[in-house]
């Protein structure tokens, strides 16, 4: 199994090419599944977690092809997929392919709408808490389908004349939730209006490609969606936008060994909130022609407390990589993640580098200290295994992170995109 081995003290400097966003590529590839025409997805990243999706599609009929374009030498590698899925050959996404990734279970929606049924697995997926789909069933069923759990499946089938619009606002925000009925509502017949909608981008971004594939949904951004159903929906191109993830994850890195180093491709916009924690942290940021250009120079780093929060708040994607830069920090700040209960598992990890944190229920209080030492660690999950990198890079000595699967799920390139910025960062095969 690869590992990455980091040899940590090198400052970071030059441009990394942000890819496009894992979680809006996942849900616009899932789009897919509402047409018979063929959705064009350009900048999709080169990622595991798209692969798993890409046999899921296939499982439900979907034909893919897959143009390699390379954007720049040697750098980017944005893909452009065709997806096209004249006929659903199977309504049923089984439990080996949707445990490996929580979003397949998202297919129900579209294969709801688009044939009347879906039987789909209960969902598996990163071990970052219990990560139930009540929201889920509670919105479909509030479109008028009947939905039974049987044997870790979910079977749901709509009205005989389709899937009826209605008002629904869910209880607390979820991106998946929102992304499902947003797809499901597409089709419906008559008006839908979501209440208390995540306004992540993300789903801003699966909202403008729906439109440009004859959907009619306003709101997109805001917590109130409006979706009026139409008869069928055509094929579209559309753009991946930039990874925001990806993007707060390296500017934390600039701010943790310092250095100079424009975060190319990407939108400041995404990412406000975290940008001014990194800001507050001591990292200087400023928008460039192309992206993003975050400098840290000399200075120590600055306690800063977050909360993690849906978007415009503090991401909980970026919050294990926010408590690897504050283990550094001059003083002690307190980290609260409101999210998910169990977003907590990297604690232990940093805290084998030399990391100070004590954790109080849903709140991490770190300790900053004036070095970390390089040592074997475990990367937990997606997020968790990309601060112990973080980490790993301003630590003195040799970082070895073992089961690195799960940095593959998420972060494109990752080793060639630090190392091109001057970082010791490589895979090591056994
Ligand atoms: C998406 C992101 C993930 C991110 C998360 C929160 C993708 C592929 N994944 O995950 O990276 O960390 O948003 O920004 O886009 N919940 C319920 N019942 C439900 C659904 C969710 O209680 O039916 C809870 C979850 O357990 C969690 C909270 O709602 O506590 C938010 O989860 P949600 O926004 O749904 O996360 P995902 O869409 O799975």
Redesign the pocket.
């Known amino acids: 199994m690869d590992r990455i081995r980091i040899v940590g003290g090198n400052e970071l400097h030059g441009v990394i090419p942000i890819s496009g966003a ?2 809006a590529a ?2 616009l590839m899932i789009a897919s599944l509402l047409t018979d025409d063929t959705l064009t997805l350009e900048n999709v990243p080169h990622l595991a ?1 798209v692969e798993q999706l890409i046999r899921i599609l296939g499982n439900h009929g979907a034909d893919i092809s897959v143009n390699g374009r390379r954007e720049r030498q040697g750098e980017s590698y944005a893909r452009t997929i065709h997806f096209t899925c004249r006929n659903i050959v199977d309504t049923t996404a089984p439990y080996e392919l949707v445990s490996k990734m ?2 397949s279970f998202w297919v129900i929606g579209p294969l709801l709408a688009r044939e009347g049924k879906a039987r789909v697995s209960l969902p598996g ?1 990163c071990a ?11 919105g479909l069923q509030a479109l008028s389908a009947n939905i039974e759990i049987d044997s870790g499946y979910v079977n749901a089938t709509a009205p005989a004349g389709g899937l009826i619009g209605a008002r629904y606002t869910f209880p ?8 499902v009925l947003m797809m499901a509502a597409t089709l419906a017949n008559g008006t839908t209006v979501l209440g208390n909608a ?1 306004r ?1 981008p ?1 789903v801003v971004d699966l909202a403008n490609c729906l439109n440009a594939m004859g959907a009619k949904i306003t709101g997109q951004g805001t917590a109130t969606i409006t979706i009026e159903g139409v008869r069928s929906l055509s094929g579209a191109r559309h753009r991946v936008l930039p990874d925001r ?1 990806e993007t707060g994850t390296y500017a934390m890195a600039v701010a943790m060994t310092g250095g100079d180093v424009i975060l190319e491709d990407t939108d400041m916009a995404l990412l406000d909130t975290a940008l001014e924690a990194i800001r507050r942290a001591g990292a200087e940021i400023t928008e460039t022609n192309s992206g993003i250009r975050v400098v840290r120079n000399g200075a120590g780093i600055k306690p800063v407390d977050i909360v993690t929060d ?2 415009p708040g503090f ?3 970026l919050q294990a990589q926010f408590m690897g830069l504050m283990t550094m920090a001059k003083g002690t700040s307190h980290i609260t993640e409101t ?3 169990n977003r907590f598992m990297h604690v232990q990890e940093l805290a084998r580098l030399g990391a100070k944190i004590s954790l109080s229920g849903q709140t991490a209080k770190i300790e900053g200290v004036s070095r970390l030492k390089g040592a074997p660690v475990m990367a937990t999950d ?2 968790a295994s990309v601060s112990l990198v973080i980490a790993g890079l301003a630590a003195e000595g040799e970082t070895m992170v073992s089961r690195v699967y799960h940095l593959d799920r998420g972060f494109e390139r990752l080793e060639e995109k630090l190392t091109r910025c001057g970082a010791h960062v490589e895979r090591v095969s056994d």
């Open positions: 894992k979680n996942l849900p977690d929580r979003a997926g970052i808490g219990t990560r139930p789909v009540d929201l889920f069933i509670e607390k925000v979820s991106v998946g939730a929102t992304h995540a992540e993300e993830i849906p978007f991401p909980t994607d999210i998910f209960e997606l997020r």
